[in-house]
């Protein structure tokens, strides 16, 4: 090294080249830095915050040195890695001693790390989870806000970089899984824009209008690769979680590995490990979904057949169980034709009963019955009218004596003027007793006529204008027509008069082996 530095300088002013300036490979520059970089930092301890954390198969651990303005890198060779009391964890602040050297395959420098001791918690672990508590105490990160992703989405919005490897897993991952349309947002997924960017991508999605020119996302998804706690910080930024905990479209966050946490994974609807895994959460697979529901189609059919099998069996069970429909008519049938036979003769019999009802009736409204009536009514009339004609003087003739017995007794009693009053009101009583007793006559004499034209109508006389007539034989009045052929002389009354017949009786035709005289009766 110091022979290097005798000789010259490493690099030569371009603008004076010399003859004499000596030519190096590159292994020679790179072997020059790395005796000088391991003579100078032989043995070092350094203090620092434990970022990214990487551990191969090959059982080496490698993982960066940081503070807030330089990152050294770090290896722990695998034999010094299984003896260490205290593994490396990311965010960790620790104090790490080695020894510093160069890798020439990438022209970089790293310490060899031989031991680490924790020396307190980073300072940006610290402010996450300062962050975080204050956070979760406001309810951005309670279960009961999460919602439901759809189950097949129409529009898929996608917040990442445009350019890296996140958007090419996820559409390959949807294309595969089920074809649907996306919207991808191009952010900057690291670095001082990328929490702005993100918090406007996502509320920018929740902005569009539902059916508008620009579809609106049925879900999110934020996600972006794998990288250290610095490199995922804009993701832990406070105006990136309070974006994703107040999007109304449901959210899927998927921002960095499996192992990779940060704030927007606890408000977001749904965490992906990777994002290839967000793909597959926000589709179903299409192969499988038109499969299950060939399935459920062919179960249908299978049930709906099997119920209709099991329908008919027990319509054929209940049908053998019912009795035939003949033997339900049977009993009906008889009692009808019983009943058919019985009701000519009920028939008959409840005519005769009533025709012996009209005959009864109509013998007590015969013509004697009814003049025998009449005549008593006109008795009673008679009787009672004159009793009325009588009234009216033995009553004015007992109001007279009365008035004239108290006359007497006022005359006796009371002085000449009390006399002379009560003569006064006499006249004008006697007129309204007078008036009183011809209404009274009017109100019977009324009465009279209506019964007497009741009489008239109830007579068979009206009865004969109406066009009817009354067959006698002699005094009797003959109802039937066999009581009419045993007689041998008939008088008919109509209303205008009476006709007197003669018939012949059969014996008297044999008698006289002649035609004898006809009835109207004969048949």
């Known amino acids: ?78 034999g010094q890695a299984a003896r260490l009391r205290t593994q ?23 310490m060899v790390i031989e031991s680490i001791a924790p020396a307190g918690v980073g300072a940006l672990m610290a402010m996450l989870d300062q962050r975080k508590r204050k956070l979760e105490a406001e309810g951005l990160f309670a279960p009961e806000r999460k919602r439901a992703l759809p189950y097949l989405p129409e529009v898929i919005g996608v917040v990442t970089s445009p350019s890296g490897a996140v958007i090419r897993d996820i559409l390959h991952r949807l294309r595969d899984r089920f074809p649907r349309q996306v919207l991808i947002w191009p952010v900057a997924v690291q670095g001082e824009k990328c929490a702005s960017e993100v ?28 990288g250290s706690l610095e490199d995922l910080w804009g993701f832990n930024e406070e105006s990136v979680v309070r974006a994703a905990a107040g999007s109304a479209i449901p959210l899927i966050s998927a921002v960095g590995h499996e192992t990779d946490t940060t704030l927007i994974d606890y408000a977001s609807d749904q965490r992906a490990p990777t ?19 060939a399935e459920q189609g062919a179960r249908l059919t299978r049930a709906a057949g099997q119920a209709v099998g099991l329908r008919q069996q027990r319509l054929r069970d209940l049908g053998r169980a019912l009795p035939r429909p003949e033997s339900l008519t049977d009993i009906p049938r008889q009692r009808l034709d019983l009943a058919g036979e019985r009701l000519p003769r009920a028939l008959r019999s409840y005519a005769q009963n009533r025709r012996l009802q009209l005959t009864g009736a109509g013998a007590r409204l015969s013509p004697l019955a009814l003049q025998s009536q009449i005549a008593s009514r006109q008795d009673a009339l008679a009787s009672r009218a004159a009793r009325l004609e009588a009234a009216p003087g033995r009553a004015v003739q007992r109001e007279a004596q009365r008035l004239a017995a108290l006359s007497a007794r006022l005359a006796a009693a009371a002085p000449h003027r009390r006399v002379q009053e009560a003569g006064l009101r006499l006249p004008p009583v ?33 009865t004969l204008r109406r066009g009817f007539a009354v067959i006698r034989a002699g005094d009797e009045v003959i109802t039937t027509k066999a009581e009419a052929a045993r007689r041998p002389a008939l008088e008919i009354e109509f209303a205008d008069g009476r006709l007197a017949l003669g018939q012949a009786s059969p014996a008297r035709k044999r008698k006289s082996g002649g035609a004898a005289q006809g009835s109207l009766f004969d048949d």
């Not at 490493?10 to 391991?38: H, W």
């Not at 509320?203 to 972006?224: C, H, Q």
């Open 88 to 110: 490396p964890e990311e965010g960790m602040e620790v104090i790490a001693t080695g020894r510093l050297t160069t890798f020439p395959g990438q022209s970089k420098y790293q």
């Open 275 to 293: 994002p290839t895994a967000a793909a597959e959460m926000a589709v179903p697979v299409r192969r499988d979904l038109m499969g299950w529901m």
């Open 199 to 226: 918090t406007r991508a996502i509320e920018g999605f929740n902005a569009l209008t539902p059916g508008g020119a620009v579809p609106r996302p049925d879900v999110l998804i934020v996600a972006r690769g794998g």
């Open 430 to 462: 006697a007129k309204r007793l007078e008036a009183a007793m011809a209404g009274q006559l009017r109100l019977r004499r009324d009465r009279l006529e209506a019964v007497d034209r009741l009489r008239a109508t109830l007579g068979y006389t009206e």
């Open 1 to 78: 090294m110091s022979d290097l530095i005798d000789d010259g300088p490493l690099f030569e002013d371009p603008q004076e080249p010399g003859p004499n300036t000596p030519e190096f490979t590159v292994s020679e520059i790179s072997g020059a830095v790395k005796r000088m970089v391991e003579g100078n930092f032989a043995h070092v301890r350094v203090r620092a915050e434990i970022g990214r954390v990487s551990r191969p198969r090959s059982g080496h651990v490698y993982l960066d040195l940081k503070d807030d303005r330089a990152v050294l890198a770090g290896v722990i060779w695998k």
